[in-house]
């Protein structure tokens, strides 16, 4: 059974932090290369950070170096941190296999909210 499960989003002012969770599936999450979306209101979901299943990561460059995914394969948990955010991160943020081709994926999360907001 495919089961991602997002969560730690919240309220936080400009220049703040979070760190959001995913606990996942065996299935979707060993071996796999995970990453981190976001959508925001009105705009497209868009894959945010990625992480290999032997911890190599990639990031969007509208992130510049604010955000930090990790995985924990032992507990098949992936996270993001989030540092000085911005308004623009506002969105709601979900995990799921990494891939170009995601709005093809069956299944997602409830996803976990963000708002950044003063």
């Known amino acids: 059974q495919v089961q991602l499960v997002e969560s730690g989003g919240g309220l936080v002012q400009p220049g703040g932090s979070l760190r959001l969770s995913c606990a996942a599936s065996?299935?979707?999450?060993?071996?796999?290369?995970m990453g981190w979306y976001r959508q925001a209101p009105g705009k497209q979901r868009e894959l945010v950070a990625s992480?290999?299943?032997?911890?190599?990561?990639n990031y969007a460059d509208s992130l510049q170096g604010r955000f930090t995914i990790s995985r924990d394969n032992a507990k098949n948990t992936l996270y993001l941190q989030m540092n000085s955010l911005k308004p623009e991160d506002t969105a709601v943020y979900y995990c799921?296999?990494?891939?170009?081709?995601?709005?093809?994926?069956?299944?997602w999360g409830q996803g976990t909210r963000v708002t950044v907001s003063s």
């Open positions: 799921n296999r990494a891939s170009t081709n995601w709005n093809t994926f069956a299944y």
């Open positions: 065996e299935s979707i999450f060993s071996f796999a290369t």
């Open positions: 992480i290999t299943s032997s911890g190599r990561t």
